[in-house]
């Protein structure tokens, strides 16, 4: 008898643990929620959003190199800048005219990490094509970061040098 009133109590907080369980909702719903737990931002200058700016192909319109006095001088050059789902940009081009320009602000491809706040796209790894194909120390060149922003409907992206003075930037159109 003390066997079967033990296992009905028992029995009876299993069930009320079970249904007290049951009826707390989550605070959102699972297909709005990242990963790790949190919201997914996808509002204007987040990482979601300057991702989505970003993707496509992109063609150069102008390339603007700086003298190390920091004059500006217009480079006749061609170039596209393409930017995947999966966080892979490549940027391949070419000078045809005007000062000479190190070959790594036009060519370079790799993962990138976006900064929306510092609005910098940081190679993870990266390929700076030229005559040697020769591939780069992240650890030794400043062609890691390209400054970007976005100006109506063109993308500019700029290198700096070690002591943050602008070498290059580079304006880009979307074409898809």
Sequence with gaps: MQS????????????????????????TPVKTRAA???????????LESERRRLRGTWELTA??????????????????????????????GSVTGGPE??????????????DPVA?????QSITARSADERRVD??????LVRYYAFEGDLLKTTVKA?????????TWKRIN
């Design 36 to 46: 790790k737990g949190g919201d997914v931002d996808t509002g204007l200058s987040s």
């Design 63 to 92: 390339l603007q190199v700086f003298s190390p006095a920091g004059e500006p001088l217009a480079a006749q050059a061609t170039g596209r800048l393409e930017y995947d789902e999966f966080g892979n940009l490549a940027m391949r």
């Design 119 to 123: 609005h910098t796209l940081r190679f």
């Design 101 to 114: 320009v190190d070959n790594s602000v036009l060519n370079v491809t790799g993962r990138v990490e976006i």
């Design 162 to 170: 070690a002591n943050g003075s602008t070498t290059a930037t580079a």
């Design 4 to 27: 079967r009133h033990l296992t009905a109590i028992v029995t009876a907080i299993g069930l009320a643990s079970f249904i007290a369980c049951a009826e707390t909702p989550t605070s």
């Design 138 to 143: 992240p650890q030794l060149s400043t062609s």
